[in-house]
């Protein structure tokens, strides 16, 4: 009796030991699966030739776009028509942008500083998989009319929201983007509703559609800047890092410190400048929300801060609050 | 690295063909083109700010817009109407495509009011996130026409928020699309 008791315990504690084993083993590979689509995914929006029309829905609000994108003797170029309100289009030769605005006869040209849809990393993927909890499902999806596999990347803490994607199942290719809140609330949504994928862009479809000869030329470089040397502590949430930093001239004569705070997927502004008393944009302390944004305004010393980002209300507050001038505590 | 000429060189590439060009002159020449700069009085804007803030509602709430009157629907039509007239037209493609309301049923069915927002998006959000508002309101949403020679606004309430929002998402978004940010002409 007792042989074949431990003989069947034995055989019950291998079972047990493999199948969890197994089990672990299938979640890591379903992470690794995850992460090899979203690799996959960015390097087909900067490396695929493709045209398509997008939709992207934000805090009420609707936009269409047409976009036309491909590699040309090893160069990305691409072209953005904003399809909804009024007319703007996009030229862009790897990071340089030219925006175009016939409305003012205005052309800027501005520096990419971050990834555009249909990409979508601003970092590394291993910090990504820290942060996130990456899986793919198993069942296909339609967008576009094109097969695509469903990823879901769900936060590991409360410092950052939660994505829905899927990419094109040929291609790679990111077709649907969503953001959503805790509580699963659709924040933001972009989806491709026509997309062809490989054929070769015509020429015509990267012309602008209006000739810009004599228009105003404003170029765009602000200057970088270090808040750390500037004297300003903060506090960082679980994995995000600081990734942009420069000064921006807001309209008034306002030179505003812009810092960007991402985890490779949500983004954080921290926003300093000189506090004016009778600024309305000085008014509103404490935490406010726009749509799908949170935000975080606070005096400190002769500064105005505003902390601003896609992230959970606690992760813009935590930065808010913690922003110290070095100077403030010596200099008493 | 490219060269700062190499972008240039590629727009001569892009450079339209005549018939574009004498399109594009032609527009100008009749003042086609306008500016976005909003008057700061808003007293002469009361009837639109009320217009503004219903279609605002309309947006956000289906249950929130009563019927609309006769009034507001032959304004809207009218405002609509001289819309669609302002917009270039290049090489014949209409730009204000937008996607049909049964697609966008298909793609964000969970989402009241759609429907609505995509039937006023183009008269209401002419939104161009400006970044660095002083005293002056924030986001002006401006109408695209003239009549009698002065510009129909409507303004939108001072929200530092949304300022803030915008000049966050210029440079940080993540589902990221690019949202435009200049100073009107300064004169």
Not at chain 1, 275 to 303: D, P, W
Not at chain 2, 131 to 150: E, K, P, Y
Request: net charge neutral; aromatic share 6%.
């Amino acid at each position: 009796m007792t042989v074949y008791c431990s003989r069947f315990l034995a055989g019950f504690l291998i079972w047990l030991l493999s199948s969890g084993l197994a089990m672990a083993l299938g979640q890591q590979s379903d992470a690794k699966a995850a992460e090899l689509w979203l690799t996959r995914a960015q390097q087909a929006a900067k490396s695929l030739n493709y045209q398509g029309t997008f939709v992207h829905q934000r805090n009420g609000e609707l936009r269409s776009f047409r976009l036309a994108h491909g590699l040309r003797q090893g160069d990305e170029v691409e072209r953005l028509e904003v399809l909804d309100d009024a007319p703007r289009e996009y030229l862009r030769v790897n990071d340089r942008v030219q925006c175009l605005i016939p409305d003012q006869q205005l052309v800027v040209i501005e520096r990419q500083q971050q990834e555009r849809f249909p990409a979508l990393l601003m970092s590394g993927l291993d910090h990504i998989t820290e942060n996130y909890d990456l899986r793919v499902a198993s069942d296909l999806q339609r967008v576009a009319g094109r097969s695509c596999v469903n990823m879901t990347i769900r936060p590991r803490d409360g410092f950052r929201p939660a994505y829905d994607l899927c990419v094109d199942q040929q291609t790679g290719l990111l077709l649907e983007a969503q953001m959503l809140d805790q509580r699963g609330t659709v924040l933001e949504h972009i989806a491709f509703s026509e997309i062809r994928v490989g054929d070769p862009i015509e020429q015509l479809a990267l012309q602008p559609s209006w000739s810009t000869q004599s228009w105003r030329t404003v170029e765009r470089t602000p200057k970088s800047i270090d808040l750390k040397s500037q004297g300003w502590f903060y506090q960082l949430p679980p994995g995000y890092q600081a990734v942009i930093q420069v000064q921006r001239s807001f309209k008034g004569g306002r030179e505003v410190a812009h810092t960007v705070l991402t985890d490779g997927l949500a983004t954080i502004s921290i926003f300093i400048e000189p506090y004016q008393q009778n600024l309305s944009h000085h008014q509103k302390v404490g935490a406010s929300t726009v749509g799908a944004v949170n935000l975080y305004g606070r005096k400190h010393e002769s500064f105005w801060i505003m902390v601003v980002g896609e992230a959970p209300a606690q992760a813009v507050r935590m930065v808010a609050e913690s922003l110290v001038r070095k100077g403030a505590l010596h200099n008493r | 690295m490219r060269s700062t000429n190499d972008l240039d060189g590629l727009q001569g590439d892009f450079i339209s063909m005549q018939a574009q060009k004498d399109l594009v002159t032609s527009a100008m020449v009749d003042g086609e083109v306008e500016s976005t700069n909003m008057p700061v009085d808003l007293t002469a804007c009361r009837d639109n700010w009320a217009l503004y803030h219903l279609i605002g509602d309309a947006l956000r709430r289906d249950e929130a817009v009563k019927p609309v009157s006769s009034d507001f629907t032959a304004r809207m039509s009218a405002a609509l109407q001289r819309e669609s007239s302002h917009a270039l037209t290049p090489r014949g493609v209409n730009p204000r495509q937008s996607v049909p309301a049964s697609r966008l049923k298909q793609l964000f069915g969970a989402w009241p009011g759609l429907a609505v927002a995509a039937a006023v998006a183009s008269v209401v959000w002419v939104v161009e996130p400006i970044v660095g508002l002083g005293s002056a309101t924030q986001t002006g949403i401006t109408t695209a026409t003239r009549s009698n020679g002065a510009q129909t606004t409507l303004m939108a309430e001072a929200r530092p928020e949304l300022d803030y929002a915008s000049a966050h998402r210029q440079l940080a978004s993540p589902i990221a699309v690019r949202d435009v940010s200049f100073m009107p002409r300064a004169d």
